[in-house]
């Protein structure tokens, strides 16, 4: 009986590479075992590049701070990637370069905030006092006053316009997600898109329309305000919510519905808690993306130096102006009296409360949505 050869395994076959290969071991191992830069040699590298570049725009009459930075940057950029090939190696070297270009780029995003943060909160806080909360500017024409009233009129706006916008744009993202389908699904998200680049100063205009054909000509109120603010906020409420829904895996709603339960229950009891906190998030965005409103407000409000709590058209033909914070605002700094200064201290304290308030509402947000987060270590 003949046996069965078989060719034997040889053992180098599987453990020496190809030249390709072997090449590119030898590469990563030499990159790997490279020398380093000593500890602060970035920092004081950038130090030196500043002062060079610094230097040269004064030997060519040019010396400033910004020109100053900006070229030592790109002088410390090219350096170091230089020193870093020379002494670490390639992969070192670009990893070092996209490290300062991404940090670059955070700190540039990082100015403009904090230098509108300082310019409003140094400029709204020698008006920040107890007067500027409790009085308002009615029979007040130089110094003095407040703006009680429009502090009071936009937290009524803003908060009537989230009665109306959250329920129906909530509603809205579970039929888009749990519900819709076909052509009314794609027609629903198309308006919708199309309602999230509208200007505010249309939304102003249909809500002044809309109340001017019901009650007439020249109505403004409260209410029309608020019905503005709800055009734009909804959209946003939509999107956020859609989002949020959709990231509920769809093995809890599997589970649910094997064990009996109806979608709406489901919908109750599995996928909006487990989703509740992305959707208090997305709310608080959308009462920030509205909450500052100007050009809307100016056509459907109105302005008054008076207090006002009453939102509702009661007056002839719909007239019963409020006022809000960032109406408020825009008056105070673009037609001042006498003296100047005052109306413009008061405008940066404007700026400074809805500021105050969108920070509020964000760690409210916060809060609320750690309560009610699902807990996932029980």
């Known amino acids: 009986m003949s046996q069965r050869v078989t060719d034997a395994p040889r053992p180098d076959a599987d453990r020496t590479p190809s030249s390709a290969a072997a090449a590119y071991l030898r590469a990563g191992s030499q990159d790997l075992t490279a020398g380093q830069l000593p500890k602060f040699t970035d920092i004081s590298l950038l130090v030196i590049m500043v002062g060079v570049a610094a230097a040269l725009l004064a030997l060519f009459g040019s010396l400033n701070l910004a020109g100053a930075v900006v070229l030592g940057v790109v002088l410390f950029l090219v350096t170091i990637f230089a020193l870093s090939y020379s002494v670490e190696g390639q992969r070192r070297a670009v990893d070092r370069l996209a490290r300062y270009v991404i940090l670059g780029a955070f700190i540039v995003a990082l100015v403009p905030l904090a230098s509108l943060l300082f310019e409003v909160v140094s400029s709204g806080l020698p008006r920040f006092d107890w007067q500027y909360f409790t009085e308002t500017k009615r029979n007040v024409i130089g110094e003095g006053g407040g703006a ?19 329920p129906i744009g909530l509603f809205t993202a579970i039929y888009l997600v749990e519900y819709g389908g076909g052509w009314l699904k794609r027609l629903i998200t198309f308006l919708v ?17 809309l109340f001017s054909t019901l009650l007439g000509p020249g109505s403004k109120s409260g209410l029309a305000g608020a019905i503005s603010l709800t055009v734009l906020m909804i959209p946003y409420v939509v999107r956020n919510s859609e989002e949020i829904i959709r990231l509920v895996p769809n093995t809890l709603r599997e589970a649910s519905f094997a064990l009996g339960v109806t979608r709406w229950r489901t919908i109750v009891k599995v996928v909006l808690p487990t989703s509740i906190s992305g959707i208090v998030s997305g709310v608080i965005l959308a009462i920030a993306r509205i909450i500052g409103e100007t050009a809307p407000l100016l056509v459907t409000m109105g302005f008054t130096n008076s207090m006002n709590t009453n939102p509702l058209p009661t007056g002839g033909n719909g007239v019963n102006p409020m006022t809000a914070l960032p109406v408020f605002v825009y008056y105070e700094y673009t037609r001042p009296g006498r003296p100047q200064q005052a109306f413009f201290d008061r405008a940066w304290t404007g700026a400074l409360i809805l500021v105050l308030i969108v920070m509020v509402l964000n760690i409210i947000g916060r809060l609320v949505a750690k309560k009610f987060a699902p807990k996932i270590n029980r």
Request: proline residues 3%; without cysteine.
């Open 193 to 209: 898109d199309v309602m999230t680049g509208i200007p505010s100063i249309v939304a102003g205009l249909f809500a002044y329309a």
């Open 148 to 166: 009680a009233h429009a502090i009071m009129g936009t937290l009524i706006v803003t908060g009537i316009a989230t009665l109306i916008s959250v």
